[in-house]
């Protein structure tokens, strides 16, 4: 049985990202009040992709002030309060991040009429440098205004634990894109069909790492030097393309591919491989069984990417030891694989994200 809120659940967004939407559409279909996301449109040169196509949930735009760049960024929502007036929110969900100044003032409003509110965050990592006492300072105030945290990962919870926020009051949502998986597992020889195939899927850009890439299978013995096909478009991709020529002749680069456009590439493949961050493409991979090299990040993906299905690369100079090693065992690459699979039809997908916020919701919300 689908657990439901019953009542009205408002989001703030700095900016609404296209992935992002089918989570908000399918947290709007177990709120029997409806739920209303404020989100405004990013800096133009942030190349974040937005949308205001939502099917079940609604939008309500937001005037962004950017002001400042780098790490004095901070941002003010025009209009925030007046949303929150006109759709009074039972419960309120908001991005734990101290740069957005319009964020008190919403909380303050929500808990003078009574109502709880949520931050919503990637972790607080360690600060350093300068002023990192004062910006931690203010980093505890701003948690500490909220009645409970949603993060991403354990490790983000215990981020926020170390900052003496109640564990009892943090729910860990692993970070969906996809839906459950609808195919069963692909089946794959128990041998490669000739080369072993190596597949990157997503925005050509610098931190994505995919010159890193390029240069760990060059370095790989030629017996096991992979086919590589570099799916996607940007701003790196002459840069890459003139790369390969030089030292991995053999990368294909068939462009921007998109929904079922990328089903051969998937199944297709023995192994995903995202050197860099970020990576939306990661959960559809593991969808179709394919294990994972992806870059170390910001925790969001300690608990998609594991030892049991794939690897976390820990520093320079790693990629091709670990491409060397995954390559070299193809019974447990395809063992990684089902277990890829496994992760995101059981733990990490959208509807078990949905549960987590609507069952954490309906225990505050009580």
């Not at 096991?224 to 996607?232: K, T, W």
């Not at 493949?269 to 050197?275: H, K, M, S, T």
Request: with cysteine; hydrophobic share 40%.
């Amino acid at each position: 049985m689908t657990i439901r809120f019953p009542g009205r659940l408002g989001i703030q967004q700095r900016v609404l990202t296209t992935y992002r939407a089918a989570f908000f559409d399918a947290l709007a279909s177990a709120c029997e009040g409806g739920l209303s996301v404020f989100a405004g449109l990013p800096r133009p040169a942030e190349s974040i992709t937005t949308t205001q196509a939502l099917t079940v949930a609604s939008l309500t735009p937001a005037y962004n002030l950017h002001l400042l760049r780098g790490p004095f960024y901070l941002c003010f929502q025009r209009g925030l309060l007046n949303w929150l007036a006109d759709f009074t929110p039972d419960v309120l969900i908001v991005e734990a991040n101290p740069r957005y100044l319009s964020t008190p003032a919403a909380v303050r409003w929500m808990k003078q009429h009574g109502s709880p509110v949520f931050g919503w965050g990637l972790g607080a990592p360690l600060l350093t440098g300068p002023l990192s006492h004062l910006r931690k300072t203010r980093r505890y105030s701003f948690l500490h205004q909220f009645d409970a945290l949603f993060t991403y990962s354990r490790r983000g919870a215990d981020e926020y634990t170390g900052l003496g926020f109640p564990s009892d009051k943090i729910f860990v949502a692993p970070n969906a894109a996809s839906l459950r998986p609808t195919s069963p597992l692909p089946l794959r020889s128990p041998a490669f069909d000739g080369k072993p195939s190596v597949l990157f899927v997503g925005r050509l850009q610098a931190r994505k790492r995919i010159d890193a890439l390029l240069q760990a299978c060059a370095a790989l013995s030629r017996d096991i030097q992979p086919r590589l096909v570099i799916v996607g478009d940007g701003p790196e991709r002459t840069t890459l393309e003139s790369l390969a020529k030089t030292i991995y002749p053999s990368a294909e680069f068939p462009g921007a591919k998109h929904g079922s456009e990328l089903v051969p590439y998937f199944s297709a493949a023995d192994l995903f491989v995202l050197p860099g961050t970020g990576g939306l493409a990661v959960q559809e991979a593991m969808s179709y069984g394919l294990p994972v090299i992806m870059g170390q990040g910001d925790g969001t993906n300690d608990d998609l990417v594991r030892p049991t299905n794939g690897w976390q690369l820990t520093g320079p100079g790693t990629l091709a030891d670990v491409l060397q090693e995954a390559l070299s065992d193809v019974s447990r690459l395809r063992a990684m694989g089902a277990e890829s699979y496994r992760i995101v039809s059981d733990e990490i997908n959208l509807k078990r994200m949905v549960e987590i916020f609507v069952g954490a919701v309906n225990q505050l919300n009580h």
